[in-house]
Protein backbone atom coordinates (compact mmCIF):
# COMPACT_ATOMS: atom_id res chain seq x y z
CA UNK A 1 0.00 0.00 0.00
CA UNK A 2 1.32 3.43 -0.73
CA UNK A 3 2.32 6.30 1.86
CA UNK A 4 -0.66 7.81 0.88
CA UNK A 5 -3.07 5.39 0.31
CA UNK A 6 -2.02 4.23 4.34
CA UNK A 7 -2.51 8.13 5.47
CA UNK A 8 -6.15 8.32 3.98
CA UNK A 9 -7.22 5.14 5.39
CA UNK A 10 -5.28 5.76 9.21
CA UNK A 11 -7.52 9.51 8.71
CA UNK A 12 -10.85 8.10 7.53
CA UNK A 13 -10.78 5.40 10.39
CA UNK A 14 -9.82 7.91 12.78
CA UNK A 15 -11.43 11.19 12.35
CA UNK A 16 -14.46 9.82 10.37
CA UNK A 17 -14.15 13.06 7.86
CA UNK A 18 -16.85 14.59 5.36
CA UNK A 19 -14.14 15.37 3.59
CA UNK A 20 -10.63 14.32 3.10
CA UNK A 21 -7.97 15.56 0.44
CA UNK A 22 -4.34 13.76 0.49
CA UNK A 23 -1.64 15.22 -1.94
CA UNK A 24 1.42 14.36 -2.56
CA UNK A 25 3.80 17.11 -2.84
CA UNK A 26 7.18 15.07 -2.70
CA UNK A 27 8.05 16.03 -6.78
CA UNK A 28 8.01 19.95 -4.82
CA UNK A 29 11.12 18.59 -2.52
CA UNK A 30 12.87 16.17 -5.01
CA UNK A 31 16.34 16.77 -5.22
CA UNK A 32 16.22 18.86 -1.73
CA UNK A 33 19.26 17.80 0.04
CA UNK A 34 16.84 16.59 3.05
CA UNK A 35 14.81 14.77 0.60
CA UNK A 36 15.02 11.00 0.87
CA UNK A 37 14.40 10.75 -2.69
CA UNK A 38 11.39 7.89 -2.21
CA UNK A 39 8.70 9.79 -3.87
CA UNK A 40 6.43 9.87 -0.95
CA UNK A 41 7.96 11.91 2.05
CA UNK A 42 5.70 14.90 1.65
CA UNK A 43 1.87 15.28 1.83
CA UNK A 44 -0.40 17.64 2.49
CA UNK A 45 -3.89 16.88 3.81
CA UNK A 46 -7.19 19.02 4.22
CA UNK A 47 -9.34 16.89 6.76
CA UNK A 48 -12.51 18.51 8.03
CA UNK A 49 -14.17 16.07 10.27
CA UNK A 50 -16.33 16.42 13.30
CA UNK A 51 -14.08 14.99 15.74
CA UNK A 52 -12.28 18.79 15.46
CA UNK A 53 -15.64 20.66 16.55
CA UNK A 54 -14.80 22.89 19.47
CA UNK A 55 -11.13 22.16 19.17
CA UNK A 56 -7.79 24.36 18.81
CA UNK A 57 -5.72 23.79 15.67
CA UNK A 58 -3.22 22.91 17.85
CA UNK A 59 -5.60 20.20 19.41
CA UNK A 60 -6.58 19.37 15.68
CA UNK A 61 -2.88 19.17 14.69
CA UNK A 62 -2.21 16.74 17.70
CA UNK A 63 -4.88 14.63 16.46
CA UNK A 64 -3.67 14.05 12.96
CA UNK A 65 -0.39 13.86 13.92
CA UNK A 66 -1.04 10.97 16.63
CA UNK A 67 -2.80 9.51 14.08
CA UNK A 68 -0.12 8.90 11.65
CA UNK A 69 2.54 8.73 14.32
CA UNK A 70 4.01 5.34 12.85
CA UNK A 71 4.51 7.38 9.35
CA UNK A 72 5.92 10.62 10.70
CA UNK A 73 8.72 8.44 11.96
CA UNK A 74 9.53 6.63 9.15
CA UNK A 75 8.83 7.40 5.79
CA UNK A 76 7.37 10.38 5.98
CA UNK A 77 9.04 13.73 6.32
CA UNK A 78 7.04 16.20 6.04
CA UNK A 79 3.21 16.90 6.53
CA UNK A 80 1.00 20.05 6.17
CA UNK A 81 -1.84 19.63 7.78
CA UNK A 82 -5.52 22.19 7.19
CA UNK A 83 -7.86 20.64 9.38
CA UNK A 84 -11.51 22.20 9.96
CA UNK A 85 -14.53 20.71 11.69
CA UNK A 86 -17.67 20.86 9.42
CA UNK A 87 -19.31 24.04 8.53
CA UNK A 88 -16.00 26.13 8.57
CA UNK A 89 -15.34 27.85 5.87
CA UNK A 90 -12.22 26.82 3.85
CA UNK A 91 -10.29 30.24 3.40
CA UNK A 92 -10.38 30.66 -0.45
CA UNK A 93 -6.09 30.99 -0.67
CA UNK A 94 -6.11 27.13 0.85
CA UNK A 95 -9.24 25.95 -1.00
CA UNK A 96 -7.63 26.84 -4.13
CA UNK A 97 -4.38 25.27 -3.03
CA UNK A 98 -5.99 22.14 -2.48
CA UNK A 99 -7.84 21.76 -6.00
CA UNK A 100 -6.51 18.50 -7.90
CA UNK A 101 -4.09 19.47 -10.44
CA UNK A 102 -4.34 18.61 -14.59
CA UNK A 103 -2.42 14.38 -13.70
CA UNK A 104 1.21 13.71 -13.45
CA UNK A 105 3.05 14.47 -10.33
CA UNK A 106 1.35 16.45 -7.63
CA UNK A 107 -1.81 15.20 -8.38
CA UNK A 108 -3.97 13.92 -6.29
CA UNK A 109 -3.35 9.95 -4.77
CA UNK A 110 -7.61 9.74 -5.66
CA UNK A 111 -9.83 12.11 -6.15
CA UNK A 112 -10.60 13.91 -3.13
CA UNK A 113 -13.03 11.99 -0.92
CA UNK A 114 -16.07 13.88 0.07
CA UNK A 115 -18.19 11.68 2.33
CA UNK A 116 -21.95 13.07 3.57
Request: charged residues 25%; proline residues 6%; aromatic residues 4%.
Amino acid sequence: MSIAATIREKLMIALRPTRLDVINESHVHAGHRSSPGTGESHFRVLVMSPEFAGKSRVDRHRLVNDTLAAELKGRVHALAIQAYAPGEEIPTKEHEFIQPQSGGKGAFDSEPACLS
